[in-house]
């Protein structure tokens, strides 16, 4: 409406003025040739204007020939860069689904087209590669090392071809490269951390890890999980050389972690071989009110040396109780209870899990009682037997490897955090230190009989 309105006010003003133009009193005299003309003064303003416009319009008409070749050229260029854009776009299209002839042949399409294009390059060497022209895509790469905006890409690619051609330390040396020009970059990080990782240079990884960022809060606790590990791992490393070290950084992972029974584990044993037995039951015994983990009920039954088989039960009902609920802890107590010649107190421990399907452990346990109270070696064997179908007892394990202990990284790939105590099925091991311990039963009840009677009245008078 306001547009409308504006043109009839124009019009309006241009014919208002065409007839002021028109009259305007006075003549003009032109005289050329022997001729005389004589028009109004408005009359010869109006033509003079519309010679003016007519002028104009010639010359533009004539402007327009002039450049018509130049504009024809400048849309052939165009609709050349436009078909070379195209091209480009279904390379890299087919390239991610896995057609790697048909993105090459873009490619070549692309590079007739657009010269001078770094992503064409990209693409036909994305395309070598996937093909297995392995030379030709190296030479492609090396091109476009040298460009500031394809340099980051082109490492990438050699870093693909050098995985594929299994040469890890140049694919390494690629990645450090670029992380060198790009730190944000992922797949250049995530490499030279993964291989810090795999040669054991858990301080270099965890200064690498203290300044990456993270925005989300799952990456946040990813990395807190991380940093937790590594100073973990940083600490088992140091445990004998450098025991300082390690507990700074057990005590590190642990306030990350609170809960993280490795770093707990070696904090406690440092403690206890400063002879600070009170800081290290303390700490185990916080730990282990948190996640129940037998080896901080091990560690804390044992974290005093030169202690009597007495004195350790009695830390162990300390720690779990006469009668503890969860089978992990029933183990623990009943295999001191064992250790102290307590064979009725470690069978009546036992005695709810054995009904229901008991585990490996349970089995051994069981047979080394049998053997060691009333030495029925019929019925030692028969709980073996039992324990080789019984289900597994939890450990550490990684990759389908186990453990007695927690490592850092995988013994398979060398990934960071792949253990995890949980059950497995693993039978031969546990039987194997099963008839080791009846044997080691057998010895030390034949060796310490005076010992053993004297320690059952102290148990039963506390």
Not at 106 to 122: D, G, H, I
Not at 171 to 200: C, G, R, T
Not at 423 to 437: C, F, K, T, Y
């Amino acid at each position: 409406m306001i547009r409308l309105i504006f043109y009839i006010a124009l019009s309006l003003a241009i014919s208002l003025g065409a007839v002021w133009l028109i009259s305007l009193q006075g003549t003009i005299t032109i005289d050329y040739n022997g001729y005389r003309m004589q028009p109004s003064l408005g009359a010869s303003a109006l033509a003079l204007i519309v010679l003016v416009i007519v002028c104009i319009a010639i010359w533009a008409i004539i402007r327009r020939i002039i450049n018509a070749p130049k504009k024809l050229a400048k849309l052939n260029e165009q609709r050349r860069k436009n078909a070379g854009v195209q091209a480009l776009s279904d390379g890299f299209i087919a390239l991610q689904a896995g057609e790697a002839t048909k993105a090459r042949k873009f490619a070549k399409e692309a590079k007739a087209r657009l010269p001078q294009n770094s992503a064409v390059k990209l693409l036909e060497a994305n395309a070598d590669l996937a093909l297995g022209d392995l030379g030709q895509a190296r030479e492609n790469f090396k091109q476009l090392i040298s460009d500031d905006k394809t340099s980051l890409a082109a490492l990438h690619g050699l870093f693909e071809q050098a995985k594929t051609q299994g040469r890890k330390d140049v694919a390494i040396s690629f990645a450090q490269k670029a992380f060198e020009l790009s730190p944000s970059s992922s797949w250049a990080s995530e490499a030279v951390f993964d291989d810090l990782i795999k040669n054991s240079q858990f301080e270099k990884a965890l200064m690498m890890i203290s300044v990456k960022s993270a925005k989300e809060q799952s990456e946040k606790q990813k990395i807190r999980r991380k940093k937790a590990i590594l100073h973990s791992a940083i600490a088992s490393q140091e445990e004998v050389k450098n025991p300082d070290i390690a507990l700074l950084n057990a005590q590190a992972a642990l306030k990350i972690l609170p809960d993280f029974v490795p770093a707990a584990l070696i904090a406690a044993r440092i403690l206890s071989n400063r002879n600070q037995i009170r800081k290290a039951s303390s700490l185990l015994r916080r730990v282990y009110n948190i996640n129940k983990h037998p080896d901080i009920a091990r560690l804390y039954i044992n974290v005093q040396s030169g202690i009597s088989a007495v004195d350790k039960l009695k830390r162990a009902y300390d720690l779990m109780g006469e009668n503890p609920s969860e089978q992990n802890a029933a183990i623990v107590l009943a295999q001191t209870a064992i250790d102290a010649f307590e064979w009725s107190v470690a069978r009546k421990i036992l005695a709810k899990f054995i009904s229901k399907n008991p585990s490996k452990a349970i089995c051994v346990l069981m047979a080394q009682i049998e053997a060691g109270q009333s030495d029925n070696q019929g019925k030692a064997r028969e709980w073996l037997s039992r324990a080789l179908n019984a289900p597994s007892d939890p450990t550490w394990v990684a990759d389908g490897i186990t453990s007695d202990h927690w490592e850092a990284i995988s013994p398979l790939d060398g990934r960071l955090d792949a253990f995890e105590f949980k059950v497995v099925p693993s039978n031969e091991s546990i039987i194997n230190d099963g008839v080791l311990e009846i044997a080691k039963t057998e010895k030390k009840q034949g060796e310490d009989k005076p010992e053993q009677k004297g320690e059952k009245a102290i148990i039963h008078s506390s």
